[in-house]
């Protein structure tokens, strides 16, 4: 666990520039991959529907394209030495909420390749403490942010959920910083395996744990759940209540929207190389086209009933969906949500019975006038949780 400091997100500026340096080259390598692929079909000759020809293409052209790709990895090594020499004069110095923001957004973006390329622009994973020297309690809340965010951005318009419950309800607040960009499932182990080392190490008898997810972040509790209890880690039989802001727990549609683009583009061998542009989605977003959880879900359409993954046993889970408009009553309002997540899919109704996790009806909420990201910080949203969290706590605002 970690206190919030801008040079937390690793190596500073001069991270930074050699993080860029290295996606950049890797952007220019894969364009040219994406270009000799479309010269190779077009001179091969193919039917408009034909099978494409595999592999690099012959002769001259093959070996141009060979040398832009040697020039093109021999510059990043350059820059990465040269960037690896500013060191002194650089420093680690960060850039505050502003460069925390942009690495998120494109952690979760390509989040995934950075961390396979062993990018310092990769987000590594870490619960961290906004308020230091607070004296720990009983209760711990730990709250997990959305895709392309990260946990400072629990504070918006001057509200942060967890600052707030510390002092109406008594929990000690810990956000997680992950990288979004990767594959939910492997958010998921490594967050089980962050709580059982948290509470290991907590210095007072643990009462109570809540987690509240945004977005994405409730499919990464939810995982992650999965996994503790597939291990027997320590900390899943004191998870006592789950809450879900806005959670796609049934896929976003324009991740779904992403997937078809992505086949139009394939279907001919002139076009097909073109659908490498929607790869650069990253296996995190890829996942949220169906809400995949686990590694059993990924390369599916859709989970089907036998592989649903329940809400875990024994603990109190909520819902809080949002509406852009005044009620659920009109097509456009449910469809489309809180402008990024359906109200089935938040409440996790999409499917039909069959497929529904189950929520109790009183244990879900839909707020009108609200957009995805209004559900961090509206007063309606933090009355709701109050009394959830705090049953003393009255009933929903407004």
Known sequence: MTQTKPTDLRGGLQGDLRGV?????????????????????????????????????????????????????????????????????LGETGMGPGRDALLAA?????????????????????????????????????????LCMNDQQWLRSGHDHGESLARDAGYSPLYLSYNSGRHISVNGREFAWQLQALVTRWPVPIDELVVIGHSMGGLVARSACHYAAADRLAWLPLLSKMVFLGTPHH?????????VIDFLLGATPYSAPLARIG???????????????????????????????????????????????????????????????????????????????????????????MNHFDLLSRDEVYQQLLTWLRPTAGAVAG
């Open 251 to 259: 896929g976003a549609p324009l991740e779904q929207a992403g997937s």
């Open 106 to 146: 494109l952690n979760g973006v390509t989040g995934d390749h950075l961390a396979d390329s062993g990018n310092p622009l990769a987000i590594v994973m870490q619960l961290r403490e906004h308020v230091p020297v607070r004296a720990p309690t009983g209760k711990i809340l730990i709250l997990v942010h959305g």
């Open 279 to 369: 790869l650069v989605r990253s296996a995190g977003i890829q996942d949220l086209r169906h809400g995949n959880l686990i590694d059993e879900h990924l390369g599916r359409k859709r989970p089907n009933a036998s592989q649903q993954v329940s809400l875990p046993a024994g603990v109190k889970c909520y819902a809080i969906a949002a509406v852009q408009g005044d009620s659920t009553q009109r097509v456009r309002n449910k469809v489309l949500g809180d402008g990024l997540v359906p109200v089935d899919s938040a409440l996790g109704q999409h499917l039909g019975a069959s497929h529904s996790l189950g929520f109790p009806p009183d244990n879900t909420c839909v707020l009108p006038h």
């Open 21 to 89: 340096s290295r996606l950049t080259i890797d952007a220019i390598t894969g364009v040219t991959d994406l270009v000799e692929a479309m010269h190779r079909n077009i001179a091969s000759g193919s039917s408009l529907l034909g099978r494409p020809p595999e592999g690099p293409a012959s002769g001259i052209s093959g070996l141009v394209y060979s040398s832009v790709r040697g020039v093109t990895r021999l510059v990043g090594k350059s820059l990465d030495l040269a960037l690896r020499s500013l060191v002194p004069a």
